[in-house]
């Protein structure tokens, strides 16, 4: 039986992970985010009102369950207590619900203004979202950055952040030439935001184990997607940490012999935000029309998507990558007025047919997609419960994705709200 599940795109993210986190979350203990920050966007719709969450737990909205985030995960305090705020102010009391790790690295302004500072050179630019991801992680990585738990310590606080926004303000001024960040500023900042987390501080990792010995289901909240991976995606244009199913363990602390089942969220078809290779990528009249019918906007920046056709050449390493027990996928309402529906089955690479990705990452960008046919629908199935009830066609293209990837799909999504949904198999 599971207890310990690990739910993660398959894509580029935006798959409608937040979505089916919150639908399995009255099932589990415990929510908990392990990598990624406020670059999230994580899309919650009850009966027709939206949350959007970007830092928090997708099962925020649960009373009696907890909402943990992992030290995997980089957290901009402003953006943290923005989102509490936001979530209090609806009613939902998102600081009893919440705990963090002390090993959380910090995300300052600084950060912030040097991820723009590079995105500015648009002949390099990765399209990041701005948040500051990848400077904080850089600075994890590089043993100098701020963690949650430098707030017990104020006076340490604010001699490791002199240090760092030396550093920072050099880049700034000298290599970017743009202004700096103040120093006196930032640490009140710090000081003040610091009196509202400090409480909710806990040692993630005794939690986990505790839960896990107490046999309590939990659910791993993944954000980004697999093809976003700093080592497994298509690097460079990717996001800044690893965002695959093996960064559960390290990224909250829970061993890696506690995870019992992966459950892999892929659209029907594919969406890209930001820049990096897309094979499937649709720049005709099918391309816009998944865009507006799947209302292909980020969630955070607010950019348009990119779309596409389904790529099972990427679903399947997806598979592999995660050890993906099950798949959910997700909008398949959007192809529902598509005459004809494409998958690709292969790829087309200097004459030869390739049915995995091309050994050179930097072939893929010239791989052309061998696609398969499959006859459209033509109708709703937002409204359908049960997969025997949808039309025959979209029977066949579900049933076909399974063969293709040799996993079974145990959850189907017709449609934004929590409702709209068909589960084949038990999940918890
Ligand atoms: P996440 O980052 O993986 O949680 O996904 P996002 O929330 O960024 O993007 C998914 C978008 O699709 C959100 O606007 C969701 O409300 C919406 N959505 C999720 N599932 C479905 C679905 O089955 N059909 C439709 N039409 N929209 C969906
Ligand atoms: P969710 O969890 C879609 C993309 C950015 C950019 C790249 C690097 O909602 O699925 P970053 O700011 O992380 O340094 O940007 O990664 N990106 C996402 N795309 N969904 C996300 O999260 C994303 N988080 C980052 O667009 O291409
Ligand atoms: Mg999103």
């Not at 079974?408 to 449609?415: A, V």
Request: some cysteine; overall charge neutral.
């Amino acid at each position: 039986m599971t207890k310990t599940l690990i739910i993660v795109g398959c894509q580029w993210g935006d798959e409608g992970k937040g979505k089916i986190v919150d639908l399995l979350t009255p099932q589990v203990k415990a929510v908990v985010r392990f990598q990624g920050g406020h670059n999230a966007g994580h899309t919650l719709v009850i009966q027709g009102k939206k949350t959007i969450l970007r830092l928090i737990p997708s099962g925020i909205l649960h009373a009696g369950v907890e909402c943990l985030i992992g030290n995997g995960v980089v957290i901009s305090p402003e953006a943290l207590l923005k989102e509490m705020n936001e979530l209090e102010e609806k009613g939902i009391p998102a600081s009893q619900r919440l705990r963090i790790s002390a090993s959380c690295p910090l995300i300052l302004a600084s950060h912030i203004a040097l991820d723009e500072a590079r995105e500015s050179d648009s002949k390099n630019a990765i399209g990041t979202t701005k948040r500051g991801i990848g400077p904080a992680y850089e600075d994890k990585v590089a043993r100098r950055g701020l963690r949650m738990s430098d707030f017990f310590n104020p006076k340490q606080l604010a001699e490791k952040l002199k240090i760092l926004l030396d550093y920072h303000n050099f880049l700034l001024q000298h290599y970017y030439k743009i202004p700096t960040i103040d120093y006196d500023q930032t640490l009140a900042a710090l000081l003040e935001m610091a009196k509202k987390l400090t409480p909710l501080i806990t040692d993630i990792p005794a939690l986990l184990a505790k839960y896990q010995q107490e046999k309590k289901p939990l659910l791993f909240e993944g954000a980004q997607g697999t093809f976003l991976d700093i080592d497994q995606g298509t690097y460079p244009f990717v996001t800044s940490s690893n965002t695959i199913a093996g960064a559960a363990a390290t990224g909250s602390g829970l061993g890696i012999r506690h995870f019992d089942a992966v459950l892999g969220i892929s659209k029907a078809y594919s969406t890209r935000v930001g820049n990096g290779v897309f094979p499937t990528e649709l720049l005709d009249e099918d391309g816009q029309t998944l865009r507006d019918r799947g209302h292909e906007y980020g969630s955070v920046t607010k950019r348009p998507r990119r779309c596409g056709w389904l790529d099972s050449v990427l679903l399947r390493r997806a598979v592999q990558l995660n050890s993906i027990s099950s798949l959910c996928l997700t909008k398949l309402d959007v192809l529902d007025e598509m005459e004809t529906i494409k998958i690709c089955t292969a790829y087309q690479l200097d004459g030869k047919q390739l049915n995995d990705l091309p050994l050179n990452p930097e072939d893929l960008a010239r791989c052309v997609p061998i696609y398969e046919e499959h006859s459209g629908w033509k109708t709703s199935t937002t409204p359908i419960k049960e997969f025997s009830k949808l039309p025959a066609n979209a029977q066949k293209y579900l049933r076909r994705i399974e063969e293709l990837t040799g996993v079974p799909i145990s959850i189907i999504s017709t449609g934004a709200d929590r409702e709209e949904t068909i589960v084949l198999n038990k999940i918890f």
